[in-house]
């Protein structure tokens, strides 16, 4: 059974770096062709994709983002943790990990609400 | 960047009543040397993750009942509910997974007339 979970903070104040950890079971990094992404969700808008890691380290970014976003794994604790510097209110949203089949995500964790406010 | 448009933005069906929504990208999803559209459809229901209908634009997830049906290609792709259950009100976005960077619809939210 393949289960992911994100965790975090849920209030950050503007300018700080936010780091969201997927912990997941039910698959491994190690293995070939796998992968973990993030995507988010301002309240009452729609889907962002942000990042992808995949099981050779081969990382994507979503250009918009790519300067304040860094993904990385960490294969023996089945964790992905993703950091975004310097935000914004406007960063304000549910964060999601998801395992992508190939770029589709077809396994989502149930997300975590991040506000940033001062 | 991809961009994929949805319409309409919202639509309000009875219960047991077709429903049709429409996605459209600024380029072609379709692989010519697989012959695959690289387009798919999720469901939104509040509170909850997106959940995975439609995969190579017309290949249904495994439990999707049959009254979710995927259709298109090339730039213009269609999700169709032919008897639409109070289940099924949701937030329907399509997702491009072509090329990164993945994107994704501004959604449909289906309704109950």
């Known amino acids: 059974q393949i289960t992911l979970k994100e965790s975090g903070p849920t209030l950050v104040k503007p300018t700080q770096t936010l780091t969201l950890t997927c912990t997941f079971s039910?698959?491994?990094?190690?293995?070939?062709?796998?992968?973990v992404g993030w995507v988010r969700q301002p309240p009452g808008k729609a889907l962002e994709w942000l990042a992808l890691i995949y099981w050779d380290d081969d990382k994507r970014y979503s250009p918009s983002l790519k300067s304040r976003l860094t993904i990385t794994k960490d294969t023996s604790k089945n964790q992905v943790v993703l950091t975004l510097t310097n935000v914004d209110p406007v960063d304000t949203g549910t964060y999601y990990c998801?395992?992508?089949?190939?770029?589709?995500?077809?396994?989502w964790g149930q997300g975590t609400l991040v506000s940033v406010s001062s | 960047d991809i961009v994929m448009n949805q319409s309409p933005d919202s639509l309000a069906v009875s219960l047991g009543e077709r429903a049709t929504m429409n996605c459209r990208s600024s380029q072609s999803l379709l692989n010519s040397i697989n012959n695959k559209n690289y387009l798919a459809w999720y469901q939104q229901k509040p509170g909850q993750p997106p959940e995975l209908l439609i995969y190579w634009a017309s290949t249904r997830e495994s439990g999707v009942p049959e009254r979710f049906t995927g259709s298109g290609s090339g730039t213009d792709f269609t999700l169709t509910i032919s008897s639409l259950q109070a289940e099924d009100v949701a937030i329907y976005y399509c997702?491009?997974?072509?090329?990164?960077?993945?994107?994704f619809g501004g959604g449909t939210k289906v309704e109950v007339k």
């Open positions: 998801g395992r992508p089949r190939g770029r589709l995500i077809d396994y």
């Open positions: 039910g698959f491994s990094l190690s293995n070939g062709g796998v992968g």
């Open positions: 997702q491009q997974y072509y090329t990164t960077p993945l994107t």
